[in-house]
Every structure is written in C-alpha cells, then in structure tokens.
C-alpha cells in the first residue's frame, strides 16, 4: 500500500453527535446506523472524542448508565488523528491493531472522513 494518501481510502459519510448528546442517544445512532464508532464534535465539527463499542462496555460495567449519562463522560478524548494527506502507510495504530478506527481531520480539526480496518480490507481485496 505504498504512498496511498489516507483520502483516497477515508469514509466521508460520517456518524457525529455532540459531547451534550446521551449515551442512549449515541447507542441508539450506532444501532440505527450500524456503525461501530461515533464521532463526538463540536458545533463547528471540531474532533472532541471518539465513541466506541468498547467505550459502552466500559460504561456498564462501571456505571450501570441511566439514558441521561452524557457522551463526554464515556468517550475516548485522546484520539489518535491522521490527515487526508498522510499516507496510510504511517498509521501504524490501524496496522498494528491497536485501533479499528482513525478519524481523518483538516488543521482545525474539523473532522473530514474517518479511515477503519475495513477500509483497509477493501483496497487490498480491489488490488487482487
């Protein structure tokens, strides 16, 4: 996968909430929309975390949450990023499974596409 550039790979129909919305609200997205990760934004699109399947694990076995317990106590917030022009080559964190998810920000961090494990698996299935 020599030199491939993170954009040319990167989902950009992206599953977002806020860091207000309730973990109901987010478990209700993910289900609703079968993703297994959501991205938690600001009111400009600005990366504030990362919500995952792991995350509501976490959440229940500690909290037994009620509907009300807010997005930004459950999330992960030190996400690990990549740009539309790193080449995919670099994000070892997805080679190396230490992340199935990686969301793709501009200088701002507002968040432009998010690059997965499956995204991965299917360029290599396209070059056969």
């Known amino acids: 996968m020599t030199d491939v550039p993170v954009e040319r ?41 990362l919500l995952t399947g792991t995350d509501f694990v976490t959440l229940v076995r500690e909290n037994d949450p009620e509907d009300e317990t807010p997005v930004g106590t459950c999330m992960t917030a030190d996400v690990v990023t990549a740009s539309r022009t790193d080449s995919v080559d670099a994000l070892s964190a997805l080679a190396d ?13 507002v968040v432009v596409g998010m690059l997965s494990t499956t995204d991965l698996t299917r360029h290599l299935a396209e070059r056969r």
């Open 97 to 109: 499974g230490e992340y199935t998810h990686v969301p793709v920000t501009d200088d701002e961090r």
């Open 9 to 49: 790979l990167m989902s950009t129909d992206l599953v977002t909430v806020s860091v207000e919305a309730t973990a109901a609200e987010a478990a209700t997205l993910m289900l609703e929309t079968g993703v297994n990760s959501i991205l938690v934004v600001d009111g400009a699109g600005r990366l504030e975390g």
